[in-house]
């Protein structure tokens, strides 16, 4: 089985201006060491009206984490007022971005094949998607949550190469531990990835399964990171409210230091 490395990614979501993204990223270099970043690839997903600036700080301060982006469209250019175009990101070097967040498959109606769609686009303009998915709580009540997943992960990577699907990040991120402060057990969060992994060995083979990264999302904290990234089949985390501060951030970065 090959070395999958660790990949932590900040999801700021809909928060800081420029100049908070600006300090935000410069203070997380203070916090974070050489061997982190040997360690663990790190991410950063600011707000699109950010990401110039956080680019620029990144390659004039040589900061080594990768730029990331929240979403995109999957037209690479037109009449599509208020949208940004994949390759747009891409001249900015933005590394990776985020496609079907559950809050973009629930308050803005993206359906699988929209999120299939950017997937495309965002594997066609040579960044890696990392791609959402997870259920509701009441979903997993009603013993769906395997089949919910399973189902967003056929639907949204249909028509994907298995050579693509291996270098791309999955996210299972339970909606019912998203902002919540309710993490998913770190037991239940290993035993989901270990279905998406199972479903992606199913579809696209061994290669695209062993190389796959998943990662983790819902209320990621310090406290919580150990455990959960020390699961076979968790690669990482996608952390919206613990990113906003660089102290808590780096603190999950550095996980390995941390007594489970
Ligand atoms: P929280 O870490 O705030 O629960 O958000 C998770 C998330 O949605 C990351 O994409």
Not at 75 to 86: D, H, K, L, Q
Request: hydrophobic share 40%; with cysteine.
């Amino acid at each position: 089985m090959s070395e999958r490395r660790p990949l932590i990614s900040g999801n700021w979501k809909m928060n800081l201006n420029h100049f908070e993204a600006l300090r935000l990223v410069q203070e997380l270099s203070y916090e974070i060491s050489r061997d982190d970043v040997d360690a663990v690839d790190i991410s950063v997903h600011p707000p699109f009206t950010d990401i110039r600036t956080v680019q620029t700080t990144l390659e004039t301060d040589r900061i080594p984490f990768f730029l990331g982006a929240q979403n995109c469209h999957h037209e690479s250019s037109g009449a599509f007022t208020g949208e940004v175009a994949p390759s747009m990101l891409a001249k900015l070097n933005v590394a990776y971005v985020i496609v079907g967040h559950s809050e973009r498959r629930e308050l803005f109606g993206e359906t699988d094949e929209i999120v299939n769609a950017k997937v495309k686009a965002v594997l066609g303009a040579e960044m890696t998607p990392i791609l959402c998915v997870g259920e509701t709580l009441e979903e997993r009540e009603a013993g769906e949550a395997e089949s919910k997943v399973e189902t967003q992960i056929r639907g949204s990577l249909a028509r994907v190469k298995a050579e693509d699907v291996a270098s791309l990040v999955i996210a299972y991120e339970p909606i019912w531990a998203i902002g919540t402060g309710r993490t998913a057990s770190a037991e239940d969060a290993q035993a989901m990835c270990a279905t998406v992994r199972a479903v992606v060995r199913d579809k696209w083979g061994d290669t695209a399964a062993d190389e796959v990264r998943i990662q983790y999302g819902g209320s990621v904290k310090p406290v919580n990171a150990a455990e959960l990234m020390t699961q076979p089949d968790i690669d990482g985390a996608l952390v919206g409210g613990a990113s906003l501060e660089a102290a808590s951030f780096a603190r999950i970065v550095q996980y390995r230091l941390h007594d489970l």
